[in-house]
């Protein structure tokens, strides 16, 4: 059997802040960073991975988005 072919997944932002902020990242992410790059958003998951030892609340806390991409 195949295998399906991977979307790429773009690491745009680090999150930096606890976790209610990250409307903010998000925000920026997409209304902002995606339009002016050289990408467009392929329909597939987008991918959040947070470290081990992440604390949601805490002011340094930090987390990696990834978001599936094409070249426009």
């Known amino acids: ?8 997944l773009l690491q745009t ?12 990242t ?10 002016k790059s050289k990408y467009e958003y392929a329909p597939s998951p987008e ?7 992440y604390v949601a609340c805490e002011v340094d806390a930090q987390l990696r988005l990834y978001v599936p991409v094409q070249r426009e």
Do not use: C, F, Q, R
């Not at 059997?1 to 790429?8: D, I, R, V």
């Open 13 to 24: 932002n680090i999150h930096n802040g606890p976790l209610p902020d990250l409307h903010k």
């Open 26 to 35: 998000l925000k920026y992410t997409w209304g902002s960073w995606l339009p």
């Open 1 to 8: 059997m195949a295998a399906a072919p991977a979307t790429p």
């Open 47 to 53: 991918l959040v991975i947070y470290p081990e030892n």
